[in-house]
């Protein structure tokens, strides 16, 4: 990829990492455990505290990752920094939403053809979560999208230069 490409591509991908912090933040202010019970007596709290702090993390490594973003393209840009950025992005933030650690949730790969929410939870959770989780899921399917080709072709690199 040329330089204004990867460039192009690490301005979009931070725009898009600030409106998860965001929406993240703006929703971890706002809500409660309590409050989640108040909206659901039925709700599984202790779920709702692994789903919490998967969230938190997510929100952490995206506010950092935009934050390396901002750095890369505001001085003098170097192309090798600015791709190794989106690979980190790709397999610690995507990929962290998609797949968190704690196994919170899981991405149901069927729902891309049926064009419904491909997030799934194990248990029922408060309808503000739901609906959270479909505004991010939006954001984190366009920048999987953005940086998907860019992956491969980064890591066909990274392959070719180790076998030399």
């Known amino acids: 990829m040329s330089n204004k490409m990867v460039e192009h591509q690490l ?3 931070g725009n898009q990492l600030g409106i998860v ?3 993240c933040n703006l929703f971890l202010n706002k809500n409660s455990l309590p409050s989640f019970q108040h909206e659901n007596q039925a709700v599984d709290l202790n779920y709702l505290e692994k789903i919490l702090s ?3 993390r997510i929100t952490v490594y995206c506010e950092d990752a935009k934050e390396v973003c901002e750095k890369i393209l505001s001085g003098q840009f170097h192309k090798a920094t600015a791709e190794d950025t989106l ?3 790709y397999h610690r933030c995507i990929a ?3 797949s968190p650690k704690n ?3 899981y991405e149901n790969s069927r729902a891309a053809y049926t064009g419904n929410q491909a997030i799934t939870f ?3 959770v408060p309808g503000s979560v739901q609906d959270l989780f479909s505004s991010l899921e939006k954001v984190f399917q366009q920048m999987r999208e ?3 080709y860019y992956e491969t072709d980064y890591s066909t690199k990274l392959m070719q230069q180790y076998k030399q």
């Open 87 to 89: 690979h980190k992005i």
């Open 54 to 56: 998967s969230l938190r």
């Open 21 to 23: 912090g965001l929406e």
């Open 96 to 98: 962290e939403f998609f």
């Open 122 to 124: 194990y248990k029922a």
């Open 146 to 148: 953005e940086l998907e």
């Open 11 to 13: 301005k979009i991908v």
């Open 103 to 105: 196994d919170a949730w």
